[in-house]
């Protein structure tokens, strides 16, 4: 709403468009209390934990400045002080594009920016794709794989990590690396090896949708059944981490999440 004003002061910059912000103290008085409900929500948000520190810092301080950027701008435009509410303005739009690449850094991690980025706009970036899974992997291909890194590692990144990465850790469980996982969370181990029906991850991940213990949360990806017998079966095997997958004699069925 406040990129909509500063659209419409632009636009009426314009002697065609000289009209165009007439609205705009109207979108200001909704936009300045829904900026301060945004921010306390955010805080409230933030005691929840799990977040990197010093990226919720930066983004409570400058969600916090926008609020604040919000109803000063609405303030200077009730008071004619058109001069001062305008340079506000700019500035608190400035301060919402900020705020809000950290919040989205928070919540979908630091690079959900080019993650899914085409193609052309990566290599304009200098950017480089991270290359996808062939398809066509056979049997025999992949038992040759380390267990965890060839088709542990994938799922828990797919369907895990956004919540238990570097960036946010819910628990402070950390799901990223084959030593994180081992750590577990603040309430202790989450995998139990050689018993994965013991297997917090696993008890986590088998209850209903609607449990609010269910993990992935409802809204977000959710782990396949294939998948699912996948991780069950590495628990039960002892949850390696360096052996190749064919020296654990998998069933064919673990291979599915891998070949897709």
């Known amino acids: 709403m406040l990129a909509a ?3 419409l002061e632009i636009a009426a910059r314009i002697p065609r468009f000289k009209n165009a912000a007439a609205s705009a103290g109207y979108i200001l008085v909704l936009s300045a209390p829904l900026a301060v409900v945004a921010a306390i929500c955010g805080w409230l948000l933030s005691l929840g934990g799990g977040y990197d520190e010093k990226l919720l810092s930066w983004h409570k301080w400058l969600g916090t400045g926008t609020a604040v950027a919000s109803v000063l701008t609405a303030i200077f435009y009730y008071w004619g002080k058109i001069i001062i509410y305008r340079a506000n303005l700019f500035t608190t739009v400035g301060l919402v594009m900020v705020a809000g690449h950290l919040g989205g850094s928070l919540t979908h991690g630091s690079n959900y920016l080019t993650d899914h980025a085409p193609r052309p706009l990566m290599k304009l970036l200098g950017l480089t794709a991270t290359p996808k899974t062939s398809t066509a992997v056979s049997p025999e291909d992949l038992k040759q794989l380390p267990v965890f890194t060839g088709l542990i590692e994938p799922v828990l990144e797919h369907k895990c990590v956004r919540c ?3 960036d946010k850790s819910k628990a402070a469980l950390r799901l990223d690396s084959f030593a994180a996982l081992e750590q577990g969370s603040e309430n202790g181990p989450v995998i139990s090896p050689g018993n994965a029906a013991d297997s ?3 008890k986590r991940a088998l209850l209903p949708a609607d449990n609010a213990d269910h993990m ?6 959710q782990l396949t059944t294939a998948e699912i017998t996948l991780l069950k079966w590495w628990i039960d095997a ?21 070949a897709n």
């Open 216 to 221: 992935p949360p409802a809204g977000k990806p």
């Open 200 to 202: 917090p991850l696993m």
């Open 238 to 258: 002892g949850a390696p981490e360096t052996n190749r997958v064919g020296q654990l004699q998998p069933p064919p069925e673990v291979f599915a999440p891998a």
């Open 164 to 166: 238990h990465g570097p």
């Open 5 to 7: 004003v500063a659209v």
